[in-house]
């Protein structure tokens, strides 16, 4: 048998999905302002 | 004398330095960073993560005991607290400081370089973060949205406090610099935070053309949404710019993978009057030279890790204030009058026409790195010894 036939598959985060909705309920501004707040967040993740 | 007329008494002195006028004596902006924390007897961790606001204590006292005229930057916005919610992340706060986490940063595969030059910010999203913090790795979307956006707010939360704490810091009369923003080198970013050291020497070598690609779409980033947000300080602050893989090349990549960016960036700044703080790690003394291609301004400040100091200020005082030049092991190893001969020697060397700052050669971390009689014996020859 194959290793991976073994492995418990475990369902991917949807990030779109997840940044769609926080950007509706999180964030306030226009969409454009929301964006850059995003990226500008994801930027910083990413380095940290 | 109050904290703000210090502060302007100071700040007068560093702007003079930096548009090669002469002030009254040279400069001294240090990064003592996590030397500070540990000699006034706080805990990284609460300077690093629970309790910003103390930095506001540490630099008011550093100030008051050292008198020297200000830091480089705080280095206090690594947004530990925000990145803990998500579960993992690439820095850990230890006894002595920020160090990167058992968690490698070589968490992008060879062959994503595509990924990054179609789409930046979504490889981002949808492969590095995942792959960074185990909260977004997989499982419950709304565990995963939760631990989000509690990381958010306790970014906003980190970032607000840091910002009205360097304000405090310089009422109090001590200036923060090269701090209000950080640019980016894309291949460092590469570097650093997706494939490591090892991982991008090697993709130079075995696909040029697809670093070079993705390089060339991050910076286009940078510059486009990144950048725009940096106006001109005032009073000589500027953006903060920590440069690693430079020295580590062989002078034709470095002329073909790092070169072109770095000029782009700093000609940017130049054109927009934005002063940067560039850390030169290593010696840079292979890329003088080129370095001399950059048009003359008053709006980079190098601060020299390694290498010939005198030679820089001779080939390169038209194009950047040289900062630095007391390395941290005559801190931490030689005596009070090794330590003011190496001063003066400095002074002698590097004062001449402005333009320049003393600094140490590289960040103090830790309160094994120096003894404080000698940091205060090299800022009190730079009083004496440094008037114009």
């Known amino acids: ?8 598959k475990v369902q991917a985060i949807d990030m779109e999905a997840l940044l769609k909705r926080f950007q509706e309920e999180v964030l306030e501004g226009t969409d454009e302002e929301k964006k850059a707040i995003v990226e500008s967040f994801l930027i910083t993740l990413a380095k940290n | 004398m109050d904290g703000m007329l210090r502060y302007e008494e100071r700040i007068r002195r560093i702007s003079k330095a930096l548009n090669r006028d ?7 902006v240090l990064k003592l960073y996590g030397w500070l924390v540990q000699y006034y007897g706080y805990s990284m961790e609460d300077f690093y993560v ?17 008198g020297f005229d200000g830091v480089f930057n705080a280095n206090n916005v690594t947004p530990i607290a925000a990145t803990r919610e998500l579960g993992g992340g690439l820095y850990q706060v230890g006894e002595d400081g920020i160090q990167v986490s058992n968690l490698s940063a070589h968490i992008m595969k060879a062959d994503e370089y595509a990924l990054i030059r179609d789409d930046f910010i979504g490889f981002l999203r949808d492969v590095i973060l995942p792959r960074r913090f185990s909260k977004l790795s997989g499982g419950n979307a709304e565990t995963a949205f939760q631990a989000f956006k509690a990381a958010y707010e306790k970014y906003k939360w980190y970032m607000g406090s840091v910002v009205q704490d360097h304000a405090e810091i310089e009422k109090a009369g001590c200036p923060i610099m090269w701090g209000k923003g950080v640019l980016i080198h894309p291949i460092d970013f590469i570097m650093d935070y997706l494939r490591d050291f090892s991982g991008v020497l090697v993709d130079m070598r075995r696909q040029p053309e697809a670093v070079l690609e993705a ?16 106006q001109p300080f005032a009073d000589g602050h500027g953006v903060f710019w920590p440069m690693h893989l430079a020295p580590y090349l062989k002078p034709k990549d470095f002329e073909r993978f790092y070169w072109p960016f770095l000029k782009e960036t700093l000609e940017y700044c130049i054109n927009r009057k934005i002063y940067a703080g560039l850390f030169m790690e290593g010696s840079w003394e292979p890329y003088y030279d080129l370095l001399q291609d950059l048009p003359d301004n008053n709006y980079l400040i190098g601060s020299l890790e390694k290498g010939d100091y005198k030679k820089f200020k001779e080939k390169l005082g038209k194009k950047f204030t040289l900062c630095g030049g007391v390395p941290v092991s005559v801190l931490g190893y030689k005596t009070k009058e090794e330590c003011a001969a190496h001063t003066r020697q400095l002074i002698d060397d590097c004062a001449q026409g402005g333009g320049f700052i003393v600094d140490t050669d590289m960040a103090v971390l830790t309160l094994n790195d120096a ?18």
Do not use: L, S, W
């Open chain 1, 1 to 8: 048998m194959d290793k991976n036939d073994t492995d418990v």
């Open chain 2, 22 to 28: 002469k002030p009254d004596r040279v400069p001294v």
């Open chain 2, 50 to 66: 629970n309790k910003p606001q103390i930095a506001v204590e540490i630099y008011g006292k550093a100030i008051e005991e050292f």
């Open chain 2, 215 to 230: 390089a060339h779409a991050m910076q286009r980033y940078f510059i486009e949404k990144v950048y725009p947000k940096f």
């Open chain 2, 371 to 388: 003894k404080p009689e000698n940091i205060k014996t090299v800022i009190q020859t730079v009083m004496e010894y440094g008037q114009y």
